[in-house]
Nanobody, 128 residues
Framework: QVQLVQSGGGLVQAGDSLRLSCAAS?????????MGWFRQAPGKEREFVAA???????????YYTDSVKGRFTISRDNAKNTVYLQMNSLKPEDTAVYYC?????????????????WGQGTQVTVSS
């Protein structure tokens, strides 16, 4: 079993920055799992934000949805079993509940079904 505990988030103004953290623990967690961030706005489906590869994947290391490219950065500290999402130049349309997720395997993916474990979610609200 894997537990993902998120921290960060909150209420900010447009143009501000936030950093989300996701700490993983559990017997079956390892750095070989891809990690991703998704978000869900009220009345909308959960959507992909960013993903980073596990150590066993030899392909590309990070992927982003187009709307956050150049503003968000996903990173991971394997020694701490923690993944981060640095969010800069936030916009009101970034308002959502953000979820981190641990993949079944190492390949980073933008599909929710590729992820086995999910964090509890954290609210990010950006005011205009």
């Amino acid at each position: 079993q894997v537990q993902l505990v998120q921290s960060g988030g909150g209420l900010v103004q447009a143009g501000d920055s936030l950093r989300l953290s996701c700490a993983a623990s559990g017997r079956t967690f390892s750095s070989s799992r891809a990690m991703g961030w998704f978000r869900q706005a009220p009345g909308k489906e959960r959507e992909f934000v960013a993903a980073t590869r596990g150590t066993s994947w030899s392909g590309g290391s990070t992927y982003y949805t187009d709307s956050v490219k150049g503003r968000f950065t996903i990173s991971r500290d394997n020694a701490k079993n923690t993944v981060y999402l640095q969010m800069n130049s936030l916009k009101p349309e970034d308002t959502a509940v953000y979820y981190c997720a641990a993949g079944f395997g190492s390949r980073p993916s933008d599909r929710t079904y590729e992820y086995e474990y999910w964090g509890q979610g954290t609210q990010v609200t950006v005011s205009s």
